[in-house]
């Protein structure tokens, strides 16, 4: 794409103002501007009520067909970003939903709450730490009672924050990624496996680090590359009962752990635009592959990872 194409692309910034939906056929290089968001970082994780431009959670733009009719999900990380929008296309699906986030993006989770009860579904918002040994543990044990039963867990919640340099990445944010990213999911997994039936499906959200690290971001990376391992290793164990287990390799997606830290504000003008498409995602192009993984007709696909990065290379 030439840099006047990617001009002319990029004259509306918001992606939320769109007045399509993933069913309407369209050139992927022009469903969504090219963005060129500003280096600057926002506060704490980031909350997307904040972010510039705007992302497109699927508010307008998600259009379901009934494909979870009658599903309860749990997603972590679902008050913004890859989480909200997926919380989003499961309720247009059919499903109940409970997302779970820090207590400081409470506004977010709320904004998206509205959106799933404008749709006539059922969620519920609970705020807590994923590092919190006991708090994964109940985290289950009030989304079974919220939803009278659980089938889908999407492990989505997650920390990137990118470094200069290899030795900036102290004990403290080493600890803290590998706890959120992937120790996380190993509780959560444990406790939700008593509830979930045949059918039911997990799902983890991994990366294109995971193949492909920045070295900016080696701790972020190398919790990626684990998780898609234990995605695998996972799927062999619950096959035999019934449940899928599968993963998401976002690429570029504008989302708030960008501006937030995950990425170098130095960076974030030219977020994106290096992917074969010639721009960043929007969370809600990667709800149907959740979608996908989540409903009854992905019965054969089990310890896959779904890549949804706008072309970029993987093995
Ligand atoms: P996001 O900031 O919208 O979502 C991440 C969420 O993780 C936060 O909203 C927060 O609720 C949750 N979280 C973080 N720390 C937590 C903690 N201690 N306790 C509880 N919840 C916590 O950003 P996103 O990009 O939508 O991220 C979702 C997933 O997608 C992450 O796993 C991320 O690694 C992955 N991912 C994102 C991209 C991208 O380009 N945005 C690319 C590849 C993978
Ligand atoms: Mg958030």
Do not use: C
């Amino acid at each position: 794409m030439s840099s006047q194409d990617k001009k002319q692309n990029g004259a509306t910034q918001n992606a939320d103002q769109t007045t399509t939906d993933q069913l309407v056929f369209q050139d992927p290089t022009k469903r969504y501007p090219v963005i060129s968001p500003p280096a600057k970082a926002l506060p704490g994780t980031g909350l997307d009520s904040e972010m510039t431009p705007k992302a497109d959670l699927g508010e307008k733009s998600y259009r379901g067909t009934g494909r979870l009719e009658g599903r309860k999900a749990l997603i972590t990380g679902g008050d913004s970003g890859i989480g909200a929008a997926t919380a989003i296309a499961f309720s247009r699906e059919g499903a109940d939903v409970v997302i779970t986030y820090l207590p400081e993006e409470e506004s977010d989770a709320q904004e998206v709450a509205e959106v799933i009860r404008a749709d006539g579904r059922t969620v519920e918002t609970i705020a807590g730490d994923l590092r919190d040994k006991a708090f994964a543990k109940s985290l289950v044990e009030q989304a079974v009672k919220a939803l009278g039963g659980l089938d889908i867990l999407v492990n989505n919640g997650g920390k990137q924050v990118a470094t200069e340099s290899f030795d900036d990445i102290d004990d403290e944010q080493l600890e803290a990624t590998y706890d959120i990213n992937i120790l996380a999911m190993f509780r959560l997994v444990r406790a939700a496996l008593p509830h979930l039936k045949p059918g039911s499906t997990i799902i983890n959200t991994t990366s294109i680090q995971a193949y492909s690290p920045s070295p900016t971001l080696i701790d972020y990376a190398s919790t990626k590359a684990a998780i898609n391992n234990f995605t695998k290793g996972l799927s062999e164990a619950l096959a035999e009962k019934g449940i899928r287990v599968n993963a998401v390799a976002p690429g570029p997606i504008w989302t708030p752990l960008q501006p937030s830290g995950g990425q170098l504000p130095e960076a974030l003008p030219e977020f994106g635009q290096s992917t074969a498409l010639g721009r960043a995602g929007q969370p809600t192009e990667l709800a149907p592959a959740y979608v996908f993984l989540a409903s009854p007709e992905s019965s054969y696909v089990v310890g896959e990872t779904l890549n949804v990065n706008g072309g970029m290379p993987t093995p």
